[in-house]
């Protein structure tokens, strides 16, 4: 089915590990994004990218890493994950007709000791 | 910069009752788009509703409706009948017609009392 697929679901680590979150999407949109929603803050947007090889900062970029190298991919990575990286993070694309909303994975749970 | 304010961090209202959520938001743009979604305990992300700005008349969609006041800048979400799975956290949201960003408010999470 069409739609994006983020993995794992759930994943715990230890601090100083390096841990990539995995989002795939099947319709080609040009836009992607890496939120983390956290109790009290909603949803804050890490990165996002526009194309294949561009990406941009979001509001809390410190500590994460992106890549795209294809459209349909947009890992995000944690160097080196530390304990207030634990978070619920989402992965979205946003179709390419302005009045459409976001599309969101299900979402991965991770949590650093 | 645009912001997106929710108000009320937390709600309850009996069954079948009606609820109104509050969000207002901030923007020096005239052509928008507004949402409202919905994340129950399964953490998924659902679209409630969208209004875009510059039509005047308040979207609806079954039990859910909207009261935009644009010169307000307000956009609040009215639940009608409200059943058990609506208990959920609700979302607010903004986009500019020519960003693909999307700014969230923080959140009203939703009680239904039965």
């Known amino acids: 089915d069409a739609g994006i697929t983020q993995s794992p679901r759930y994943k715990i680590t230890e601090t100083g590990r390096q841990v990539t979150l995995m989002c795939h999407q099947t319709?080609?949109?040009?836009?992607m994004f890496w939120y983390r929603q956290d109790l009290g803050h909603g949803l804050r947007l890490i990165y996002y990218?526009?194309?294949?090889?561009?990406?941009d900062k979001g509001e809390v970029p410190d500590g994460y890493v992106v890549s795209r190298s294809k459209t349909e991919n947009f890992p995000l990575t944690l160097e080196s994950a530390t304990r207030s990286q634990t978070s619920v993070y989402f992965c979205?694309?946003?179709?390419?007709?302005?009045?459409?909303?976001?599309?969101f994975g299900d979402g991965t749970r991770l949590s650093i000791l | 910069a645009q912001t997106v304010t929710q108000s009320q961090p937390e709600m309850s209202v009996q069954e079948a009752e009606t609820v109104t959520l509050s969000c207002t938001y901030d923007?020096?743009?005239?052509?928008?788009?507004l949402f409202w979604y919905k994340q129950p305990p399964s953490r998924q992300m659902i679209l409630v509703i969208r209004?875009?700005?510059?039509?005047?008349q308040n979207a609806t969609e079954n039990r859910f409706s909207v009261n935009f006041q644009k010169a307000a800048k307000s956009f609040s979400l009215k639940i009608s009948d409200s059943q058990l799975g609506d208990a959920a956290m609700y979302f607010c949201?903004?986009?500019?017609?020519?960003?693909?960003?999307?700014?969230f408010g923080k959140g009203t999470r939703l009680h239904i009392l039965p």
């Open positions: 990218s526009a194309a294949a090889d561009i990406t």
């Open positions: 979205a694309t946003t179709p390419d007709v302005p009045n459409q909303p976001q599309h």
């Open positions: 209004q875009e700005a510059y039509k005047q």
């Open positions: 923007t020096s743009e005239s052509d928008y788009y």
């Open positions: 949201a903004y986009r500019m017609n020519r960003d693909d960003k999307i700014i």
């Open positions: 319709w080609s949109h040009s836009y």
